[in-house]
């Protein structure tokens, strides 16, 4: 409901807010039904605290966004932004009594130059909108979240997302040229470059790539984009064991192959996309790995990865004949943390992101630690990058069961950290790994990232408790 329509008494601090900012937005913008507000008021994480927002703010233009956080800073108001709210770190959760900020109705493509090959975009705009309008001009923006349908550029950014081709073709960090921030105080820099080289200065794109909200709002991004490749084609190959799999994973890579994707479900995966969708995986499977190829000579490619999963002990290696099974194969791989959620009804998805050479032992680890803990725990990786989502199936109505949900995930953390990787490949930190942030980077890595989130907010107001 709009403010200017309700009647009901409000808290005078909220009562000031809620009109300093109906000063400078329209009133269809300004949300404030406990209501609704309260729908705004997390992200799809589990084990997450979230506050109540006092307001809900959808502005359409950079002239608003500015308003708003002027609003905030005179007022001393937290400001948490939100993008489409699919993160699963908690770091789009509100704290109470702050304004949320929702990006969603900047969803306008601003500009696609194919001679530039670069598209300008708001934050607000869907991930598969935008891949869907360059390829209209022969382009290709890479990165490619499981949640691509759903999520946005400016969540992508946030979180310096990935997706299943980054094995070839790198995560968002690698694609964000430049952009325009609205600070907190409410001044805009642009920072970065619409050219193919520039190295003027520091590189603040790249830091407010990843950085969660916590430094400035991305109200334009500036994108690199690359010309559309041909039509990939997938080869779906069976072992008996994930250290089957994981050694035919880095049998390829260093045979010096560039797969544009290479991801890995484990038999817990397999069967769980079985039963929500009846693909007809195979369930005898240890693990399913697929591999694709985008080149100009796709079934040459599979056929020497084909011969290489064997000697590393596939029992079965099956490419696919064209592009509609090839599309099948696929989505069954984008269903796999569906699937995995409906075994018990929550999840907590970790994305551990190791070596490649240490991918085997990281998926052995989770299995002791599944057992340990007696849940269910199924793995799914973008393999070709190390970058691991053990998900943990809990029921949330189990106190038992829940505790050692969160004991095991914060385990599978630690053994990240021990085989050289890191707590987060690309959901980002949020609410859910702040402690274990502190433990990867140590403390004076902490002290002096809070010194930069003290240059660009000094007060504290973006974000607050996340990352740190």
């Not at 948490?80 to 702050?98: H, I, M």
Request: glycine residues 10%.
């Amino acid at each position: 409901m709009i403010m200017s329509r309700i009647e009901a008494p409000r808290d005078e601090v909220t009562g000031n807010l809620v009109d300093r900012l109906l000063a400078g937005l329209p009133a269809e913008a300004v949300l404030t039904d406990p209501d609704v507000t309260a729908s705004y008021a997390n992200d799809m994480a589990s084990f997450c605290p979230a506050g109540a927002p006092a307001v809900v703010v959808l502005p359409r233009t950079v002239e608003q966004v500015q308003h708003v956080l002027r609003t905030a800073t005179e007022l001393r108001v937290p400001v948490v932004p939100q993008g489409a709210r699919t993160g699963l770190s908690g770091g789009a959760n509100a704290t109470d009594d702050c304004i949320v900020l929702s990006l969603t109705k900047m969803d306008r493509i601003l500009e696609i130059n194919p001679v530039d090959r670069i598209a300008v975009v708001e934050p607000g705009v869907i991930n598969a909108t935008l891949s869907r309008a360059v390829n209209e001009h022969g382009l290709y923006y890479p990165p490619d979240p499981s949640s691509w349908e759903m999520c946005t550029i400016g969540g992508n950014i946030g979180t310096a997302s990935g997706g299943l081709c980054c094995v070839k073709y790198g995560v968002t960090a690698e694609y964000v040229l430049g952009l325009d921030v609205v600070l907190a105080d409410g001044r805009l820099l642009s920072t970065g470059r619409r050219t193919a080289k520039g190295v003027a200065g520091y590189d603040l794109t790249r830091l407010f790539v990843g950085s969660e909200g916590s430094l400035g709002i991305v109200v334009k991004a500036t994108l690199a984009l690359r010309p559309q490749p041909p039509q990939q084609l997938v080869l779906a190959a069976e072992f008996a064991s994930a250290a089957a799999a994981c050694d035919a994973v880095c049998r390829i890579m260093e045979g010096g192959h560039v797969p544009s994707l290479l991801e890995l479900m484990d038999r817990t995966t397999v069967k769980a996309v079985n039963a929500i969708a009846d693909m007809g995986l195979p369930e005898t499977t240890e693990a399913l790995l697929l591999a694709a190829f985008d080149t100009p000579d796709p079934a040459a490619d599979l056929a020497a990865v084909g011969a290489l999963c064997e000697a590393a002990g596939a029992t079965q290696v099956v490419p696919a004949d064209d592009a509609a099974e090839s599309e099948l194969l696929l989505h069954a791989r984008r269903l796999s943390l569906t699937a995995l959620e409906a075994v018990r009804g929550v999840t907590m998805i970790d994305d551990v992101c190791v070596p490649r050479s240490r991918l085997g032992d990281l998926i052995e680890g989770v299995e002791r630690i599944a057992d340990k803990h007696q849940l269910t725990i199924g793995v799914v990786a973008h393999a070709g990058d190390g970058n691991t989502h053990p998900t943990v199936c809990f029921d949330a109505a189990d106190p038992d069961e829940s505790r050692r949900a969160r004991e095991s995930f914060d385990e599978i953390m630690a053994l990240g950290l021990e085989l050289g990787g890191t707590i987060t490949g690309e959901h980002g930190v949020g609410v859910l790994k702040k402690e274990w942030l502190a433990r990867e980077i140590g403390p004076v890595g902490v002290e002096l990232q809070r010194q930069i989130k003290q240059v660009f907010d000094p007060l504290g107001l973006l974000n607050p408790g996340k990352l740190f």
